[in-house]
């Protein structure tokens, strides 16, 4: 392990700061759930997790959320990411490689636009209260 | 329980500023296969009649721990370095602060483990209070230096958990990078 200065130091701290906002619940108003249950990890969510957030970290976008959540019941489908956020409907994605994260960011997030080839569902109303 | 050297040095400094140290050097020096520790602070100090106190295991005054009738800390590093012929100095002024010095050989058979050095100063430097530490750590021609203001300045704070994540991954990047002794550098 390399010696690390004590400027290093406070980067690292700052960046570790950053990721922690991430999850920080206050003033935002997109989320990104990802399903990590064993079923997810296995299929690959703790890498579609890290790509989200350095996506969001390239894109520099301070007002989404990153949550991490058990299973949706799409196993077949792991890794599944539900995406809320105003002006657009409810989606849930299945089969989100880190490539479809950063795909999901650029342009359902940023551009509003649907990635049809990962739809998968719509959150169940019925559960889902406001 | 002292299991190792790290523990030793853990208690002297935490007797320090118990005893109100402003300011505490801790020197660390492994160097032919012998380690010297230092620790020199401003505390309120000692008069001859409460250093020889502090070395009986019997003997204490009963402000730190009240119902405990034994004070083991300073004993059982003499005993230790007896036990390895080393040597051990203590040094106070009442009003001006102590000095406590201590030399091992760590080849021998019986000397205690160094311990997890770099966990030793994180607990060391996390000690809540506004006071100052520095600790220099040698180990033949390596060396490196940690100031409390300086790390607490770097983190913002020392007692929250993510700073002390950070504190113990600085620190055990500083103790992995010493060259062990006898590697020709």
């Known amino acids: 392990m390399a010696k690390m200065t004590l400027e290093e130091l406070k980067k690292l701290r700052e960046t570790k700061k950053r990721e922690l906002e991430k999850r920080e619940i206050t003033g935002k108003d997109i989320e990104i759930i990802v399903g990590m249950a064993t079923c997810g990890i296995a299929a690959g969510a703790k890498q579609t997790l890290s790509a989200f957030l350095n996506e969001l970290e390239a894109q520099n976008l301070s007002n989404v959320l990153v949550r991490q959540t058990g299973c949706m019941g799409y196993c077949y489908a792991e890794p599944t990411v539900e995406i809320r956020m105003p002006g657009m409907p409810d989606i849930i994605y299945g089969k989100v490689d880190p490539e479809t994260a950063v795909k999901i960011v650029r342009r359902h997030i940023l551009g509003k636009v649907l990635i049809n080839d990962h739809i998968l569902d719509k959150p169940a109303a019925d559960i889902m209260k406001k | 329980m002292h299991y190792c050297i790290g523990d030793y040095i853990q208690d002297i400094v935490e007797n320090a500023i118990e005893a109100g140290s402003t300011y505490t050097t801790v020197e660390v020096q492994e160097k032919d296969g012998y380690l010297t520790v230092q620790v020199n602070d401003t505390g309120k100090g000692m008069s001859p009649e409460e250093i020889a106190k502090a070395l009986d295991p019997y003997g204490t005054n009963g402000s730190k721990h009240p119902n405990r009738k034994v004070g083991l800390g300073l004993p059982f ?102 060259v062990p002794e006898g590697v020709p550098q």
């Open chain 2, 77 to 178: 590093l003499a005993q230790c370095v007896e036990a390895l012929e080393g040597e051990f100095r203590i040094h106070s002024e009442p009003g001006k602060g102590t000095s406590v010095c201590f030399r091992l050989p760590l080849t021998h058979i019986d000397a205690p483990p160094i311990g997890n050095l770099a966990e030793t100063f994180r607990q060391i430097l996390t000690y809540p209070g506004t006071h100052e530490i520095r600790i220099q750590r040698t180990r033949g021609k390596d060396s490196y230096t940690l100031l409390r203001s300086e790390l607490w300045e770097a983190l913002g704070d020392l007692e929250s958990v993510g700073s002390q994540a950070l504190l113990k991954e600085y620190l055990e990047s500083q103790e992995n990078a010493l």
